[in-house]
C-alpha cells in the first residue's frame, strides 16, 4: 500500500478483490440459479456443505440475509429465540427475525460475545399459554461486539446438548467462523457439528464482494431457500459471485493467520499508551476493541482525529470504544502507521479533540 493511501481498519468488508479474484470473476461458468442451473454456485454448495459436514448449503446474498433465512427456516411466528445480549441478529440486523419471521429475540448476557450453559439455563420457555415457546438458539463464532473471541469446542458441544436436550434448534452466526477456526486450529465441519445450521460470509475476511452460504440439513436448507426468494434474494446467474467465494477459499483462508498477527501487534502496539485501556491477551483474532480515557476525548474525537492522520477506524459499541479490524488489505506497515497515530493523538491534549464527528458507529 502506498504511504498515501489511508490506513483502513474500519471494517474486513472494505475489502477489495485482488486481480485473481477478478480473473476467476471473469471467468466464471454462469447459469439461471433460480431453476438450479448455474454450475459455480451449484459448485460452491457442494463444496460448502462438504466442507462443513452439513447435507446441503444455499449460496445467499448477505449474511443477514442467510441469517434470517435460518430463523425463517427453523421457526414459526410467535417462537423466541435465545442469544447472546450482544449478538449481531439481536443488534443489527434491522429487527429482522421480529420483521421477516414474527420471532421475538430473548438476550443472554454472556462472555464476549459466547454464551456457556449456566447463562442460558432457565431461559428456556414454553408449555405454558402465556409464553413465546422457545424454538432456537443462536450463537456467534467469532463473535464481533464480544470482540473476536471464539468458542472452545467443548464449550459448543456442551451448549449445544444443553439446547437440544430441551428440544431446540441450534444455528451458528459464523460471519467469520473461518477466522474462529484458524485462530483455534479446528476443521470447519469440527466445530459445526453441535450446530443444526451455520452461516458464513465471504465478504469479510474472506475478501469477496459480496455473498454468504447457509448450511444444515436438507430439510432446513430446502425451507431456506424458499426463505431466500420470499426475501428477495434468489439471484439468476449468481456465478459471477460464487466464482470469486471458490477462489476464497483456495487463496484467503488460511492467510487469516496474518490478520490475527497484525491485530495482536496493533493491540500490543497500543497497550502502553497512555489513556488506552486494551487487554491484548483477549485478541484471538481479527477484531481488536480498546477503551480510551474519557480526559483524551471520546472514541469519536479520536476516531475523527485519526481520520485526519490517515487512518480509518471507528468507534464501536460505546462512547469511549473503538474496534480496529485487520484484513487483507492492510499489511504489517499499516498497523504500525496506526499505532504511531494513535500515539501522537494521545501525545498531544487536544488532538484528539476536533472540532467534527465521523458518522455512524456501526461496525460490522
Ligand atoms: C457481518 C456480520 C454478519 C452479516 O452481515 P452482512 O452485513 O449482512 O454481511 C452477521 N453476523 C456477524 C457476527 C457479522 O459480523
Known sequence: MPPSEPVELRSDTFTRPT?????AIAAADVGDDMVGEDPTVNALEARMAALLGKDAAVFACSGTQSNQMAVWAQCSSGDELLIEATGHIANYEAGGPAALSGVSVRRIPGDRGRLDVPQAD???RGGNVHFAPT???CVENSTNLGGGATYPLAQLERLSAWARSAGLRVH????RLFNACIARGYA??????????VSICFSKGLGCPMGSILAGDAATIDRARRARKLFGGALRQAGIVAAACLYALDHHVERLADDHAHARLFAEGIAGLPGVAIRPDDVETNLVFFEIAPEFGTAADL???LLERGVKLNPAGGPQ???ACTHLDVGREGV???VEAIRDCLARPDASRPSRSPAGTYSH
Open 172 to 175: 451458528m452466526d459464523g460471519a
Open 122 to 124: 432457565g431461559h428456556i
Open 336 to 338: 504500525l502507521r496506526a
Open 188 to 197: 470447519a465441519s469440527e466445530v459445526v457439528r453441535p450446530v443444526d445450521t
Open 321 to 323: 470504544r473503538l474496534r
Open 135 to 137: 424454538r432456537l438458539l
Open 19 to 23: 486481480p485473481g479474484m477478478r480473473a
Open 303 to 305: 476516531s475523527a482525529a
